[in-house]
């Protein structure tokens, strides 16, 4: 009887530890998503930046470039 229960108790710990293995796992692929989204948005915003950046340098240039031009 006692042998028995050691095994159910066993049985019931290994399941728990798969359990959370496969918890881990999917946590570490969400993450992962998660990550590959954030970098994803600050390409864009980083592109954003420099279009802006880039357009208003062209424009300033346009308008005040003749005093810098000797």
């Known amino acids: 009887m006692v042998v028995k229960s050691k095994i159910e108790y066993l ?5 728990q530890l798969v359990e959370e293995a496969i918890l881990i796992s999917v ?4 993450l992962s ?5 954030v ?3 600050l390409e864009k915003i980083s592109k954003l930046t420099m279009s ?3 357009s208003i340098s062209k424009s300033i240039e ?6 810098w031009k000797w």
């Open 33 to 37: 998503l998660v990550m590959g989204g």
């Open 11 to 15: 049985k019931r710990y290994g399941i």
């Open 39 to 41: 970098e994803s948005i």
């Open 52 to 54: 802006l950046w880039d």
């Open 62 to 67: 346009d308008l005040f470039g003749f005093l």
């Open 27 to 30: 946590a570490l692929i969400v």
